[in-house]
Each structure stands twice: as C-alpha cells, then as structure tokens.
C-alpha cells in the first residue's frame, strides 16, 4: 500500500490529556510510531501514525475522542543536506501542494523517513517516483 493512515486527534489543551490519550493506546497494546502536535489556546491536534490502525480507530470511537483519519504519503528522504529541499522541488515541480509535514525516527542510518500530506496523492506518488524518490509502504511504517 503507497499511503499510511494516519490519526488527527483532537485533544483538549489541559494537563493530562495527552497522556490520558497515550495511556488509552498501550494499554489497548498499540504502539505509537509517529507523533506530532499542533497546538492552540484551547486544543491541539495529535498526528499520529500507529502499529495497529483498524485496532485504534475502534478503541478511539469507542471512547468518545474525536479524530479524523488521513491519507498521508512516508517519504524516505537521504538524511544529507538538500535531502528535503529535493523532496520538496520535486513535489513543486509536478504542481502539488504541501499541507503539513514532519520527520519520524527511523532505524535505517543515512535516512530520514518524511511524512506528507499533500493535495494530490497521485500525482505525488507519480512524481516522486519518476524521481526515484523511495516511498515508505503502510506496512514499513506501521512495523517501524
């Protein structure tokens, strides 16, 4: 599979949340493998990228957090300087915009493992493999 789901929670910006939501995930088991947050006064959103997708979207409704799922591309970018900024041009290039990204630990010296979100999926994907660009498969990610 060439995208990774991916977990916008939204969580309220009060001590405890974060953990309250984190505690619920490993005590279902689920390991987190990538972890973002961007937040405001009231509320954050937790983008996060789990072993066990289908596993945390039910432990998630069925308690009451409020989240969308997301399509995201995993990007192995060459951990070197201009390893991102290729990435980007390449993406620009083939006219697709950027929405948000972030960078993930991974286990491969050399490589700095990207996720994107982008407005074309498609034509991402087209592009960045034209370009010889890895993608990081769901599987690879989640099993990261």
Avoid: H
């Avoid at 984190?22 to 972890?35: E, V």
């Avoid at 990007?75 to 620009?92: F, M, Y």
Wanted: charged content about 25%.
């Amino acid at each position: 599979m060439d995208t990774i789901k991916q977990f916008s929670v939204f969580v309220e910006n009060k001590q405890g949340k974060m953990a309250e939501l984190t505690r619920l995930l490993a005590d279902a088991g689920i390991d987190l493998r990538t972890l973002s947050l961007a937040d405001t006064r009231d509320f954050g959103i937790l983008r996060i990228i789990v072993d066990q997708p289908e596993k945390a979207e039910d432990l998630l409704l069925e308690n009451g957090w409020t989240f969308k799922v997301t399509s995201v591309i995993g990007i192995k970018v060459p951990d070197c300087p201009g390893g991102v900024a290729t990435v980007l041009e390449t993406l620009n290039d083939a006219n697709v915009n950027v929405e948000y990204m972030y960078a993930f630990v991974n286990r491969t010296p050399g490589r700095a493992d990207t996720v994107v979100c982008v407005d074309d999926e498609q034509a991402a994907l087209s592009a960045l493999r034209s370009k010889n660009i890895e993608i990081l498969t769901a599987e690879e990610a989640y099993d990261i």
